[in-house]
């Protein structure tokens, strides 16, 4: 039987600005990534994401981001591997603390924004990440990219790796995500994700934005919860995956650890 996870990036509200759907998004995912207040975020508000998720029983991640809260984390930043390392090992620490508060333990490290395409392409900072994901607690999966930095880097660190693909983002042949930049970029056509999706899943390649088939079959789908249509494209993606007898679970059932 084929099985997957859906994740959404969330907590990424700040003080009195709201952002994303969250508690709707969370209804129809298995695994959330919650910011910890570097590039989106608060303290009140990832206590808060993750009470949510405790009580939806939805598994906690950490996404940690750079500090750059004006650039929503979405600007490439020049830090060296030990500033990512640091940036990172604050993060999870954070949220390692929230989640001891609610009894859970953190299922896994998915890094935001463009310090999560740096890291893809950069073997040092993939480095840098996948050290801070084995030292901030025993167990950790490191979440990202097939194919890329991330996966050798987890594996030289002796960390759980899952591969991660995206429901609502197009693909370059290569296999990396189209930049926000470009147009079609994001994918707003709800059926044209689902039956993405549920292609990734059993099929094991998505299309690429030039046609091209691109082998990837994830552990993990994103859904992000700030997209336009973020709710109903959940609810949707979760109801085709059930018809098509797809096992929705969170990332650590999915890895069987």
Known sequence: MFSVDLNS???ESFGVYVLGHDEDV???ITSANIACGFHAGDPQVMLKTVQEAVVKGVAVGAHPG??????????????SPDEVYAYCLYQIGAIQAACKVYGIPLQ???PHGAMYNQLAKNPALA???ARAV?????GLILLGLAGTCFEKAASEAEIPFAVEAFA???YQSDGTLVPRKQPG?????????ASRVVRMVKEGVVEAIDGTLVPLRPHSICLHGDTQGAVAMAAAIWEILVQEGISIQNIKEVLGI
């Open 66 to 79: 750079y500090p750059d809260l004006m650039g929503f984390g979405r600007r490439e930043m020049a830090c």
């Open 9 to 11: 990036d969330l907590g």
């Open 26 to 28: 969370m209804k129809s």
């Open 108 to 110: 896994h490290v998915k």
């Open 127 to 129: 480095e840098a990440v």
């Open 168 to 170: 609502d983002r197009a």
């Open 185 to 193: 970029a994001v994918i707003h056509d709800i059926e044209l994700a």
């Open 134 to 138: 084995r030292d901030g607690g025993e």
